[in-house]
Each structure stands twice: as C-alpha cells, then as structure tokens.
C-alpha cells in the first residue's frame, strides 16, 4: 500500500515539497545547534524546559485523543465512526513520532537518551514515559495496518487484532497521565504539583484532539472526495464540547485554589501568567489570547445551532485547538520555571533556531500524517469503487 502514497496531483507534490523544504531548513538549524549546544535557544539555567518540551506536552494529548474515536468503534459497536476511526489513529501514528523528535532535539547530546535503555530503572518516570510512547506507537502502527488492509481486501479483520485494540485504549490514557506525573511529581515546582494535573491534561487532550481531527475531516472534504459524513462529525463535536468544558472547570478550579489560599508559592505563578510579575509580562498578552480563544470556542459548541453549522465548527475547533497549543504548551510548562523556587524572575522566549527546528519537526508529522491520510484515502476509493 505504501506505493499509493507518492501519487497524487500537482498540488499535492507541491505541498510534499514545501514540507519537505521546511524540514530541510529546520535540519540546517539543528545541526548548528547539535554543533554549539543549547546555547542557542532562550533556555537558561532557571528555565531548562522550553518550546521543545512544551510541544511534547501538547502533542501527547493530541495521540492520545485517537482513543475518543477507538473506543467507541470497537468497544461499543459505534459503526458512526467507521469513517474517521483510521484518521484518528494514523494522526496518533504522527503526533507520538513528533513527540519522540521533540524529545531527541530537546537533548543537547541526543545520543544520551540510549542510557534510559541501557539502564532502565522503574523509579524514573522518564523510564516509563519512553515505554509508554513507544509501546503507544507500535500498537497504532499495528492495529492500523491490519484493519486497513483488511479493509483493502473487503475481509474482516482477524480476531487476535481486537484483544490490540482493546489493550490500546488505556494504554492511550496512560501515555499521558505518565506525561503528567513527569511534572506533578517535581516537588520544587508548585505550579505543577497538583493532584489533578493529569485529568486535566486528559481533558484537554480529548478537546484538542479530536478538534484537529474535525478540521481534517472539513479539510479533506474540500480537497478530495472524501467525505466523513454529518452525524460522525457531530458526535466527534459534542465529544470536543464536553471535555472542553471539563478542562476550562478544571483551569477554574486551580485558579480559585490558588488566588483563595493565597499561598504566596501558587499565586506567583498564576499572576505571572495573566498580569506579570516584577515588570515581566512576556506571557501575558499570550494567556489573555488562550482565555478568550477558550471562551469564544466553548461559546461556539454550546450553542446547536453554531456547532452544528460546519463554518462555526471549524472556527471553534480552530480557536479551542490553538487556545489549548497556548495553556498547554508555553503556559503550563515554562509557568512552572517562572518564578524559579528561590523567587526569582527569568523569563524565557524561543529563539530563531528554537523555533524553526520546531517548525521542522511539525513539518515532519505533517508530512507522516499527510502520506498515511494519502494511503487510507486510496483504500476507500479502491473498496467504494
């Protein structure tokens, strides 16, 4: 099947080499960085976590919202999703390749991560982290190139796969409460350490997922002849409506938390994020940009009428997912450095070659989850025909 993804139109080549392009010059930025180290990002001593970590962050929630559409589908019988559920889990595939990339640039010496394998301890939640990603990636590869392909062949799939997909499912959940404890379990960094720092990485996740999975489904219904139909689009949508609404509670509820405590260690952090501290306001206009991004979105997919237009979906899927990109990436990993635990103030901003081998690697997963969409797309056409 691998053939189907290198034929296409004119636009689509152009669009492979733009991609390809990008990766290209992200690459160039690497290797200078891999040459002079980290010295050329805006990390510091104080904040050691950057752009990098922060994509990681955000890009585990979004493999691991391919569960809100497999779980469902196989678990429930749900056959409404039968259209979308190999998009779900090829944009899984993409997501943990960019997770695993952003870690490997995120190391000044790369060849390093080998030592988490060469001495594995179960203490380290590192460890686990790894098995977690890895092991979610290779059951994804796996359950979709054998539903696929027996999708190909007009045939069922065969038994030993749904024990897999069964066993994907909390191993999805897993990937990032593990993702969580990696943060929740610094107990110098009070911004983090918090009981419920996973169920809301969980919520935003399922919000922040399967909205990008809506924009796909819209997108590909204007570029190909795919078309995933009305009801599973909607279902997906209310899926998005809910967890949304769950994670903007849970926000709520750590902002009353810590503004009614009034301990000094969990005020700072909040008050940097939306109004500054000692003159630094560089997050401000970004956090105030995500509230109103969140607001505006869950305003959208509240009201039927709005979510159930196409045009005002989209909008509002775009608005939450990139109001997600902001709390969840620089917002909630950088937040946790700002103050550092001495009180002082060291701000961070990515750096010209931070952000372009950041752009690189997103070019990466786009052009994964662009052949992979190429290949399942050539399969419908070939089993309706």
């Not at 997501?95 to 991560?113: E, N």
């Not at 990636?137 to 069922?156: G, H, M, W, Y």
């Not at 943060?183 to 935003?204: E, K």
């Amino acid at each position: 099947m691998l053939e189907k993804a290198f034929a296409g139109t004119k636009n689509y080549w152009g669009w492979l080499l733009a991609l390809a392009a990008v990766i290209f010059v992200g690459f160039l930025f690497y290797l200078r960085q891999f040459h002079e180290g980290l010295t050329v990002t805006g990390m510091s001593r104080d904040v050691t976590w950057g752009l990098y970590i922060a994509q990681f962050t955000f890009l585990v929630g979004v493999a691991a919202s391919a569960v809100m559409v497999v779980l469902p589908y196989y678990l429930h019988n749900w056959k409404v999703f039968g259209k979308i559920t190999i998009l779900g889990e090829f944009l899984a595939i993409g997501a943990v390749v960019m997770c695993m990339t952003f870690i490997f640039v995120d190391m000044g010496q790369p060849l390093r991560i080998l030592n988490v394998f060469r001495y594995p301890s179960p203490h380290s939640m590192m460890f686990w982290d790894t098995v977690a990603l890895g092991g979610y990636l290779v059951l994804n590869v796996v359950i979709s190139q054998v539903t696929l392909n027996a999708e190909r062949k007009d045939v069922a799939p065969p038994r030993w796969i749904r024990p897999v997909i069964i066993l994907s499912i909390p191993w999805a959940i897993s990937i990032h409460t593990v993702t969580a404890f990696l943060y929740a379990g610094l107990a110098s960094r009070p911004y983090w350490m918090t009981a419920i720092l996973a169920p809301r990485f969980l919520a935003s996740a399922f919000s922040a997922g399967p909205a990008l999975l809506i924009l796909f489904c819209l997108l590909l219904r204007k570029v190909s002849r795919f078309d995933a139909g009305r009801e599973p689009i909607q279902k997906l949508a209310l899926i998005v409506t809910y967890a949304m609404a769950i994670n903007v509670f849970f926000v709520l509820m750590e902002l009353f938390t810590a503004m009614y405590s009034s301990i000094p260690e969990h005020v700072s952090h909040f008050r940097y994020l939306f109004l500054g501290l000692d003159g630094k306001t560089r997050l401000v206009p970004w956090m105030w940009t995500s509230a109103v991004l969140a607001i505006g979105a869950l305003t959208l997919l509240i009201v039927p009428r709005t979510r159930r237009n196409h045009l005002t979906l989209g909008i509002a899927c775009a608005g939450l997912f990139f109001s997600i990109w902001i709390e969840k990436g620089l917002g909630m990993v950088v937040t946790g450095f700002v103050p550092n635990p001495l009180g002082a103030v060291t701000e961070y901003w990515p750096t010209l070659p931070e952000t372009m081998i950041a752009l690189g690697v997103y070019a990466i997963g786009a052009l994964i989850v662009t052949l992979l969409y190429r290949i399942a797309l050539s399969v419908r056409g070939e089993v309706s025909t």
